[in-house]
């Protein structure tokens, strides 16, 4: 098992239990254990939030490997990989309210698919908005970027190679004029950069590896292999969500526990064991 793995939280609030597991499940399948703080989106993140996410972790007795890799401290790495996607984007003018309008907008497994309203612009149309100064985001024109390409696929650990649809996802926004770049891009750039062989995370984002493996094909970037995990539910049976403060770490640390207790509210997050390869005769 000589897998780099990684714990990418958002500091966009305090970790609670789900965030707990996914770091522990993250480190029980690799020898080498990263950290990504991945702060992209600036009207979110906070800095003390990134500053508790150590704290929690340390408290936790959760250890990494290396340096912490701060994803807003990248952004040249980000903006030279959108340069290098310039031919399959295209400039999106539409407004949240203009998508949900769109009455053939159908749902795929991320979310709403994007009705393609703006891929169809001609290009001096285009430039005439831009130079208008109107809003506009950079979409991935997915079919375009799959022509050529063979079938996608991912492996997902212990099922095998899965088929996957990017098509189904629809074209996603890659970048925002004001707002930076996307999760997506920032994602597969910084596991490469990383060198992140086995990428683990929430199974609520199995639709977007879809996404993901489009993109290194066309960035030229090596293929993870891939383990999407359950999410902790609440007593109710809901995901839980930074909202939820009862369940953050701080909280149930004020409330008296010990990190020995927190662990134990856990489901197991080890892999199973694997048939022993010596057999007993
Ligand atoms: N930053 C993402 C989150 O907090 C994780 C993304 C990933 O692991 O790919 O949900």
């Not at 985001?137 to 022509?147: C, E, F, P, T």
């Not at 079938?151 to 707002?179: I, Y």
């Amino acid at each position: 098992m000589n897998h780099t793995t990684r714990f990418a939280p958002s500091p966009t609030g305090y970790l609670h239990l789900g965030h707990a597991y996914a770091a522990l499940f993250a480190r029980a399948r690799g020898s080498r254990f990263l950290l990504r703080l991945e702060d992209i989106d600036a009207g979110r993140c906070r800095p003390e939030y990134a500053e508790a996410i150590l704290e929690d972790l340390a408290w936790l007795g959760i250890r990494w490997d290396g340096p912490v890799r701060v994803q807003s401290a990248h952004a040249a790495e980000h903006r030279a990989a959108l340069q290098r996607l310039r031919p399959f984007l295209y400039p999106c003018f539409c407004t949240r309210a203009d998508i949900a309008a769109a009455a053939a907008a159908p749902h795929g497994p991320a979310g709403p698919v994007y009705p393609g309203t703006c891929r169809g612009l001609s290009a001096a149309e285009a430039a005439e908005r831009i130079a208008a100064g109107i809003p506009h985001a950079w979409r991935l024109d997915v079919a375009r970027a799959m022509q050529g390409l063979p079938p996608l696929s991912f492996h997902e650990l212990g099922q095998g190679r899965l088929p996957c649809d990017p098509l189904a996802v629809g074209d996603v926004v890659l970048a925002r004029k004001d707002a930076g770049l996307s999760y997506h891009l920032c994602v597969v750039v910084d596991d490469a950069a990383q060198g992140v062989t086995l990428v683990t995370r929430g199974e609520d984002l199995q639709p977007a590896t879809a996404i993901h493996r489009l993109l290194q094909e066309l960035l030229g970037l090596p293929e993870p292999l891939y383990a999407h995990h359950r999410l902790i539910l609440d007593a109710a049976g809901r995901r839980l969500a930074k909202r939820d403060r009862a369940a953050t770490l701080r909280d149930l640390r004020a409330a008296g526990l010990s990190p020995a207790d927190v662990l134990a509210l856990l489901p197991p997050w080890q892999p199973s064991p694997l048939p022993s390869a010596r057999s007993s005769a």
